[in-house]
Antibody
C-alpha cells in the first residue's frame, strides 16, 4: 500500500523559504511522477508542480519563479521549496503520486494527509 | 493555464441522483478527473480519465464528458457522499488545473 507523508515546519516567516518533504512508503519513488498541491483554508485546490523521478519538473506558471522541486531516490522522498513567501502562501500542502495511462489521463492519487504551513512573523 | 468552472454548491435528496459539471476549454482535448474531499481529509480520486471509476469507489459514481464539459453523476446519493468535489485536468501546456469545487449536500 502506497503511503505519502508530508513533513516540514508549520510556521514560516514572511520573505523566507518554505521547505517541505514528502516521504513515500510502499513503492520506490523511481520511475514515477509526483506532485505538490496546496489548499488555503476554506478554498480550493491549487497545483504547485510535478516532478519525475529523474528530476524533470513542471511548475504552475503563477508560482514558477519561486518554486523548486527535487527528488532524493536514496531517501525515497521528494521535496518542495517555495521562496519569498507571504501570507497568501498560508495553506495546507499536499503531496501526491501522479499517475498516467496510455489513454491520455493524468491523475493524482494517493495523497498525503497534508500539512498546514502558516506564514506569519 | 486554462480555468475549470464548477457550480459552487448542489444539494440532493437521499437516494436521488445528482450531476456535477466541470466546464473548460482544456476538456475538449484533455480528460477530466474527479476528487472527493471530506472535511479535514485529503482528496481521494473518484473518477479518472473522464469515466474510469477508481478502485474501491462505489458504482453509484460515474463520469462522462462531452465537448468542453465533464460530468460526475451520483446515482442514489448516500449520506456519506456529502463532500466537496473537484475536477482537474491537464492542459495544452502540460500544466494541471483544478476546478473551483462543488459542495454536495445530501438532504
Amino acid at each position: 500500500q502506497v503511503q505519502l507523508q508530508e513533513s516540514g515546519p508549520g510556521l514560516v516567516k514572511p520573505s523566507e523559504t518554505l521547505s517541505l518533504t514528502c516521504t513515500v512508503s510502499g513503492v520506490s519513488i523511481r520511475s514515477f511522477y509526483w506532485g505538490w498541491i496546496r489548499q488555503p483554508a476554506g478554498k480550493g485546490l491549487e497545483w504547485i508542480g510535478s516532478i519525475y523521478a529523474s528530476g524533470n519538473t513542471k511548475y504552475n506558471p503563477s508560482l514558477k519563479t519561486r518554486v523548486t522541486m527535487s527528488v532524493d531516490t536514496s531517501m525515497n522522498h521528494f521535496s518542495l521549496k517555495l521562496d519569498s513567501v507571504t501570507a497568501a502562501d498560508t495553506a495546507v500542502y499536499f503531496c501526491a503520486r501522479l499517475w498516467y495511462n496510455y489513454g491520455g489521463a493524468w491523475w493524482f492519487g494517493p495523497w498525503g494527509q497534508g500539512t498546514l504551513v502558516t506564514v506569519s512573523s | 493555464s486554462s480555468a475549470l468552472t464548477q457550480d459552487p454548491a448542489v444539494s440532493v435528496a437521499l437516494g436521488q441522483t445528482v450531476r456535477i459539471t466541470c466546464q473548460g476549454d482544456s476538456l475538449i482535448n484533455y480528460l477530466a478527473n474527479w476528487y472527493q474531499q471530506k472535511p479535514g481529509q485529503a482528496p481521494v480520486v473518484v473518477i479518472y480519465g473522464a469515466s474510469n471509476r477508481h478502485s474501491g469507489i462505489p458504482d453509484r459514481f460515474s463520469g462522462s464528458s462531452s465537448g468542453d464539459t465533464a460530468s460526475l453523476t451520483i446515482t442514489g446519493a448516500q449520506a456519506e457522499d456529502e463532500a466537496d468535489y473537484y475536477c482537474d485536468s491537464r492542459d495544452s501546456s502540460g500544466d494541471h488545473v483544478f476546478g473551483s469545487g462543488t459542495k454536495v449536500t445530501v438532504l
